[in-house]
T-cell receptor, first 115, second 113 residues
Framework: DAGVIQSPRHEVTEMGQEVTLRCKPISGHDYLFWYRQTMMRGLELLIYFNNNVPIDDSGMPEDRFSAKMPNASFSTLKIQPSEPRDSAVYFC?????????????FGQGTRLTVV | AQSVTQPDIHITVSEGASLELRCNYSYGATPYLFWYVQSPGQGLQLLLKYFSGDTLVQGIKGFEAEFKRSQSSFNLRKPSVHWSDAAEYFCAVGDNAGNMLTFGGGTRLMVKP
C-alpha cells in the first residue's frame, strides 16, 4: 500500500477563497483523522470518522471548516471562506479499528498558506 | 480530558551520546502511548507504541521507551544518537475509542557532530 495520500502537498490561496484538501486513507482502515499543525497550537485533532461517519468534530475550529467522507477511500476537508489564520499544515491519518493494530498512519500533510 | 506534556522544547546532543526525551501524560484509564518522529517537511512516523504488557518497549531506529505508571511518564531513549536522528519528536496518548491522539508540544532534537 502507498500509505495515506494527501493532496495537494502545498496550497497557496487568497483570503476569502474556498480551499479543499484531499485524503486517501490506507485501504481497509476504518478510522480517518484530520489534524492541524501550527507553531502556536501544535498538533490538534480536528475531526475523525469511523466507517465514513463523523464521530467527533469538536476540534473543528468554526463553521468555515467542514469535512466529508463520501466513501471508504476518500475524504475532504474544506475551508470556506479561508482566512490567513488558517495557514497551517493539515495532516490526514488512518487506522484500523480497536482490537487490531491501533497505530495511526499519517500522510505527508498539506501545507496551506492563506494570504 | 487527556493531555501530554513534553517539558523540553529543544534538546541538543552530540553524535554518539545517549538521549532521553521526556513525556508526561494525564489520562484517566490505562493509556495507549505513542512516540512519533517528524522530519522537516514530512509527516509523522511511528517510532513505538505501548498498549499493555512489558513496560519497556522497543521501536524502530534503535529507540526504546519505558512506561512508568507511578510517574505518568513515557520517556523515549536511545543509547547512541546519530546525526540522522535530528528531527522533531512527539509523544501522544490515544483514546480507548479508537486512537484519536492528543499530542504533546514536541521536542526538537539537534545533533552536534
Amino acid at each position: 500500500d502507498a500509505g495515506v495520500i494527501q493532496s495537494p502537498r502545498h496550497e497557496v490561496t487568497e483570503m476569502g477563497q474556498e480551499v479543499t484538501l484531499r485524503c486517501k486513507p490506507i485501504s481497509g482502515h476504518d478510522y480517518l483523522f484530520w489534524y492541524r499543525q501550527t507553531m502556536m497550537r501544535g498538533l490538534e485533532l480536528l475531526i475523525y470518522f469511523n466507517n465514513n461517519v463523523p464521530i467527533d468534530d469538536s476540534g473543528m475550529p468554526e463553521d468555515r471548516f467542514s469535512a466529508k467522507m463520501p466513501n471508504a477511500s476518500f475524504s475532504t476537508l474544506k475551508i470556506q471562506p479561508s482566512e490567513p489564520r488558517d495557514s497551517a499544515v493539515y495532516f490526514c491519518a488512518s487506522s484500523s479499528p480497536p482490537g487490531g493494530e491501533e497505530e495511526a498512519f499519517f500522510g505527508q500533510g498539506t501545507r496551506l498558506t492563506v494570504v | 480530558a487527556q493531555s501530554v506534556t513534553q517539558p523540553d522544547i529543544h534538546i541538543t546532543v552530540s553524535e554518539g551520546a545517549s538521549l532521553e526525551l521526556r513525556c508526561n501524560y494525564s489520562y484517566g484509564a490505562t493509556p495507549y502511548l505513542f512516540w512519533y518522529v517528524q522530519s522537516p517537511g514530512q509527516g509523522l512516523q511511528l517510532l513505538l507504541k505501548y498498549f499493555s504488557g512489558d513496560t519497556l518497549v522497543q521501536g524502530i531506529k534503535g529507540f526504546e521507551a519505558e512506561f512508568k505508571r507511578s510517574q505518568s511518564s513515557f520517556n523515549l531513549r536511545k543509547p547512541s544518537v546519530h546525526w540522522s536522528d535530528a528531527a522533531e519528536y512527539f509523544c501522544a496518548v490515544g483514546d480507548n475509542a479508537g486512537n484519536m491522539l492528543t499530542f504533546g508540544g514536541g521536542t526538537r532534537l539537534m545533533v552536534k557532530p
